[in-house]
T-cell receptor, first 113, second 113 residues
Framework: KQEVTQIPAALSVPEGENLVLNCSFT??????LQWFRQDPGKGLTSLLL?????REQTSGRLNASLDKSSGRSTLYIAASQPGDSATYLC????????????FGEGTQLTVNP | EAGVAQSPRYKIIEKRQSVAFWCNPI?????LYWYQQILGQGPKLLIQ????????DSQLPKDRFSAERLKGVDSTLKIQPAKLEDSAVYLC???????????FGQGTRLTVV
């Protein structure tokens, strides 16, 4: 059974800092990994999708890396802004057709002005 | 491109009552998911459809939850009778095909009192 863990559970940083959110998963036979952002009371917004054959994906100030063999992914946020405050979730899809997305419990990020 | 639409946004019911949620996926998306997100936790898959067929309903409490996706487009999720522990956000998501990027709706926040 795939288990996904996100550390830390909560993080508070001053504006302008670069930061790293961590995601680990127990079964390395994944098809892809997706990072989401969730604002309070809202649904999930997809940030980055990394296929199992890829090592990283970038979008603006966000960079996600994937190391399948060690069961880890990181989300790097450069020059953080108060608008980045949200909960960040990672989810993995197993390497079989039709498999579900398994989510971690998220990292709640607060960027202070 | 319109996103995933869900209604209602909020619902408050008494325990033992029934409730239904509606989801309209992104046009052309064959795969549709219903997730349950309890406060402070990551989303958990309830049921996954491919067109109008069920791919995965292993975590759906079938004694009280049911879902259908008629004509492979819109979907409804029903709870009957509701329990206090069903209080959660119910998220609908869709993807073009089963292993591509998933897009989520805003969710329906259910409170059972």
């Amino acid at each position: 059974k795939q288990e996904v863990t996100q550390i830390p559970a909560a993080l508070s940083v001053p504006e302008g800092e670069n930061l790293v959110l961590n995601c680990s998963f127990t079964d390395s036979a994944i098809y892809n990994l997706q990072w989401f952002r969730q604002d309070p009371g809202k649904g999930l917004t997809s940030l980055l999708l990394i296929q199992s054959s890829q090592r990283e994906q970038t979008s603006g100030r966000l960079n996600a890396s994937l190391d399948k063999s060690s069961g880890r992914s990181t989300l790097y946020i450069a020059a953080s802004q108060p608008g980045d405050s949200a909960t960040y979730l990672c989810a993995v899809k197993r390497g079989t057709s039709g498999s579900r997305l398994t989510f971690g419990e998220g990292t709640q990020l607060t960027v202070n002005p | 491109e319109a996103g995933v639409a869900q209604s209602p946004r909020y619902k408050i019911i008494e325990k033992r009552q029934s409730v239904a949620f509606w989801c309209n996926p992104i046009s052309g998306h064959a795969t549709l998911y219903w997730y349950q997100q309890i406060l402070g936790q990551g989303p958990k898959l309830l049921i996954q459809f491919q067109n109008n067929g069920v791919v995965d309903d292993s975590q759906l409490p079938k004694d009280r939850f049911s879902a259908e996706r008629l004509k492979g487009v819109d979907s409804t999720l029903k709870i009957q009778p509701a329990k206090l522990e069903d209080s959660a956000v119910y998220l609908c998501a869709s993807s073009l095909v089963v292993n591509t990027e998933a897009f989520f709706g805003q969710g329906t926040r259910l409170t059972v009192v």
